[in-house]
Nanobody, 122 residues
Framework: QVQLVESGGGLVQAGGSLRLSCAASGRTFSSYAMGWFRQAPGKEREFVAGINWTGGSTYYADSVKGRFTISRDNAKNTVYLQMNRLKPEDTAAYYC???????????????WGQGTQVTVSS
């Protein structure tokens, strides 16, 4: 089992940037596929970005492609989400996830953090 703690959320104006961090502890971090999901009030949780265990493969939801970048530092047991050109529709609680495979990650099968709130004002 892996424990995940997100940080870095906050309030930002449209067009601004934030960087989210997710610190992991427990089982070997480097063996996990990692990802970010988000959930806005009244909406279902949606996939945002994912990264394989080596960091060599990344994938994104169409809505964030070209604006968000996911990365990981296995030496620090941390995964990041750099968010640029933020829009009001990016407002949501952002959750870090760890899974045994990219497939499991895409299906939301794995461990979850407690979430961090991102609010983008217009």
């Amino acid at each position: 089992q892996v424990q995940l703690v997100e940080s870095g959320g906050g309030l930002v104006q449209a067009g601004g940037s934030l960087r989210l961090s997710c610190a992991a502890s427990g089982r070997t971090f480097s063996s996990y596929a990692m990802g970010w999901f988000r959930q806005a009030p009244g909406k279902e949780r949606e996939f945002v970005a994912g990264i394989n265990w080596t960091g060599g493969s990344t994938y994104y939801a169409d809505s964030v492609k070209g604006r968000f970048t996911i990365s990981r530092d296995n030496a620090k047991n941390t995964v990041y989400l750099q968010m640029n050109r933020l829009k009001p529709e990016d407002t949501a609680a952002y959750y870090c996830a760890a899974a045994d495979s990219d497939y499991d990650l895409s299906r939301g099968n794995g461990s979850w953090g407690q979430g961090t709130q991102v609010t983008v004002s217009s």
